[in-house]
């Protein structure tokens, strides 16, 4: 998930995009992988380093009353110096590795996934059903954030009834008979942040209608059951709701037989969350309750970062991973280690760095991940 003035020809353009299309100003929470760079060669493997399905016997990860710790970064699988860089801060190496992958232009590549199991990380691919270069096409003409995002959003091509009926399935039966091959269990976060506007899989956008995404999840989900690609734990990962301009989630949730984590996405410091001080719980606090009326799954924060609004990054880490006990279930935290709108780095914050050591150097966050184990997805009795 990851933006000059434009020439004239620029400026032309969004005045023909502008008429266009209508959009609507209202606060935000976005964030986008950035494009993938040329893929890096696979490396030869052996049927030796995997087995060919987690060990039952090994253990569930994250082990009952631990929680794992992630990272995304720019450049994800493709340099994993930011992961590096991220580990020396927080004197604790992530165990889930969050990367994101367009459904235009990715194939299935496993030397990303080998890449990211090898160093001892769980791989999260975010699965996501757009051309994202619309995207970047649209930020190069100087408009403004939510006109590009009434124009990223809109893209008939991948509306969700087409997922739902079938128009991509040759696409998703070469994903996962990919996965299948990989003999270790994975995370996918398919089309997250689903009750926005800003992405054409949104029910708000692209012409979609109500009960067209959990419609199209849960055939994404039985092409991968079918195809035998049941080694993954599916992750649903809406936006952290900061008023009612962002869509209610219980009938966009696929239901506890297709979801195996439950995510929520917030940031401190950006969007409706900048005019004053946020808590972790100001932000997430509502959007958890919300979820947990309809389901127990295991919950993960799937992307969440602390610009240095009024120097109070430091503060917003220590105080959030003092929070994150007193919610149940809640088995792990994908930190957003990218330097995009704001620096939501750690890595070059010292403050935001001893801060973050001290809260993950417990053991609630000494935590392992193996291609042996199982993804923890049923709630702690």
Same mark, same amino acid.
């Given at each position: ?228 690609? &049941? %080694?993954?734990?599916?992750?649903? *990962? /809406?936006? !952290? ?8 989630? @219980?009938?966009? =949730? ?87 709108? &704001? %620096?939501?780095?750690?890595?070059? *914050? /010292?403050? !935001? ?8 150097? @417990?053991?609630? =966050? ?16």
């Amino acid at each position: 998930m990851l933006r000059p003035t434009a020439p004239r020809v620029g400026l032309a353009l969004a005045g023909v995009l502008l008429l266009a299309y209508a959009f609507v100003v209202a606060p935000g929470l976005r964030r986008d992988p950035a494009p993938a760079p040329a893929p890096v060669p696979p490396r030869a493997v052996s049927t030796a380093d995997a087995p060919t399905t987690a060990d039952p016997t090994a253990g569930v990860f994250p082990p009952a009353g631990r929680a794992f710790l992630g990272v995304m970064t720019d450049k994800g699988p493709y340099d994993l110096t930011a992961v590096d860089r991220f580990t020396t801060a927080a004197r604790r190496a992530p165990q889930v590795l969050l990367f994101g992958a367009s459904w235009a232009s990715a194939t299935f590549d496993r030397s990303l996934f080998d890449r990211i199991a090898d160093r001892g990380m769980m791989p999260m691919l975010g699965w996501e059903p757009w051309d994202h270069t619309v995207d970047e096409a649209a930020r190069r003409t100087g408009l403004t954030d939510r006109q590009v995002d009434r124009l990223r959003s809109t893209q008939p091509d991948y509306r969700l009834d087409r997922i739902a009926r079938g128009d991509f399935d040759g696409y998703l039966r070469s994903w996962a008979e990919g996965v299948r091959s990989l003999g270790y269990p994975i995370a996918i976060r398919f089309a997250h942040e689903m009750n926005g506007d800003w992405y054409p899989w949104s029910e708000r956008a692209n012409g979609n209608h109500p009960g067209d995404y959990v419609r199209a999840w849960r055939h994404v989900h039985d092409v991968f059951t079918a195809a035998g690609a &049941t %080694d993954v734990a599916w992750v649903w *990962s /809406p936006n !952290a709701r900061w008023d009612k301009t962002t869509a209610g989630l @219980g009938g966009l =949730y696929p239901g506890d037989d297709y979801v195996d984590w439950v995510g929520v996405t917030g940031y401190y410091g950006t969007g409706a969350f900048t005019k004053t001080y946020w808590s972790f719980d100001q932000i997430f606090g509502p959007t958890i309750a919300e979820i947990r009326t309809f389901t127990g799954k295991p919950l993960v924060v799937t992307e969440t970062g602390a610009s240095d609004v009024e120097t109070r990054k430091a503060r917003w880490i220590r105080e959030t991973f003092a929070s994150l006990p007193r919610y149940r279930n809640l088995i792990g935290l994908i930190w957003f280690e990218v330097d995009k709108e &704001t %620096d939501w780095r750690i890595a070059d *914050s /010292p403050a !935001a760095a001893t801060a973050f050591a001290a809260s993950v150097s @417990g053991a609630r =966050y000494d935590v392992t991940w193996s291609p042996a184990t199982r993804p923890r997805t049923e709630a702690d009795r």
